[in-house]
């Protein structure tokens, strides 16, 4: 098993130049968010901006349109058809316009989803690299792996330990060699680049199994993961497009936003304390933890 290093994550960091508009650093669908979860939509949108990514359009359930409109600015919103607060199977042809309307170089899809029902047709019918979490991946659990696997296009899975549980149906890890079989197993069995998160999260996207050494208990609470999702997202982006959609620029990008989510987590408990980080309390600190990165 590999630990991922500061100057690795310099050296993997997408790069700005001065002569590049909005579209040069990549477009993101992320589809997210129901009745109860607007705030995981928003957060993991949000995030995606915050980590250069050029544009982001947000696709949500229509009653939480203007929630996340005044949560959030700078996004494209646009609204899908849901029932009783959640995006239902009428979305997909929606979503589908959506695509060829914006083309969009990567989507994101869970976040505050809630049981929608689009979940893994969409998963299905997306022909655009993926990053998927949350609810997206416990409706993956109930429909099974193999309802979307293998896709064409690279996927990056995100699930903490009861998700890959569900995921592999199995038990919880609880040990260090679990944790490493199990996301190992969850990469053989989708071909996608898989994590696992908690304390010393791992990646794996080949024979290799990377460690991230940064991050504590500010983590643990409710947004962490949204806010990780859309880091994840907004890095692939801007590599997708300078190298290609590959595993190679996933990696990157999943090594970038865990290392990135957990360093800014230490930095704010410094000032904030363990007990009292706030999920979109890690954006304010991002900016400190890449300048620690490029030192």
């Known amino acids: 098993m590999r630990e991922i290093k500061r100057k690795t994550i310099k050296s993997f960091l997408p790069k700005r130049g001065a002569d590049s508009n909005k579209g040069t650093f990549g477009r993101v669908l992320v589809v ?14 949000k995030s ?11 696709a949500l359930p229509q009653s939480r349109q203007a929630a996340a409109i005044a949560s959030l600015p700078e996004v494209i919103t646009f609204p899908l058809p849901e029932t009783d607060g959640v995006i239902d199977l009428r979305a997909l ?11 969009p170089c990567l989507a994101v899809i869970g976040p505050g ?6 979940a893994v047709p969409f998963m299905k019918q997306c022909h655009l690299p993926l990053v998927a979490d949350a609810d997206a991946l416990n409706r993956l659990s109930a429909s ?8 064409e296009q690279i996927t990056v899975l995100t699930p903490h330990p009861g998700e890959m549980a569900r995921l592999l149906k199995t038990d919880i890890a609880r040990d260090k060699k679990t944790r490493e079989q199990q996301v190992r197993t969850l990469k053989e069995k989708t071909g996608a ?35 990780l999702c859309g880091l994840l997202a907004g890095f692939w982006a801007q590599l997708g497009l300078a190298e290609g959609f590959n595993f190679a620029s996933a990696q990157k990008a999943a090594a970038c936003a865990v290392y990135l989510h957990g360093l800014s987590g230490d930095l704010a408990a ?8 706030m999920a979109g309390e890690l954006l304010d600190y991002l900016p400190d933890a890449i300048n620690q990165v490029l030192k």
Request: one cysteine or more; a negative charge.
């Open 48 to 58: 995606v901006l915050k980590a250069g990514a050029g544009l982001v359009v947000l």
């Open 32 to 45: 997210a968010g129901s009745n109860t979860m607007t705030g995981a939509a928003v957060l993991c949108a």
């Open 270 to 277: 410094v000032d904030l304390t363990d007990y009292c980080v």
């Open 93 to 103: 042809g929606v979503l589908d316009a959506l695509l060829k309307a914006f083309n």
């Open 113 to 118: 989803l809630g049981a929608s029902p689009a």
């Open 193 to 227: 680049v898989c994590l696992l998160k908690g304390k010393n999260t791992l990646l794996c996207a080949g024979d290799e199994v990377w460690q991230n050494p940064t991050g504590g208990s500010a983590l643990a609470k409710a947004g962490s993961g949204d806010v």
């Open 144 to 151: 099974g792996l193999d309802s979307v696997f293998p896709r």
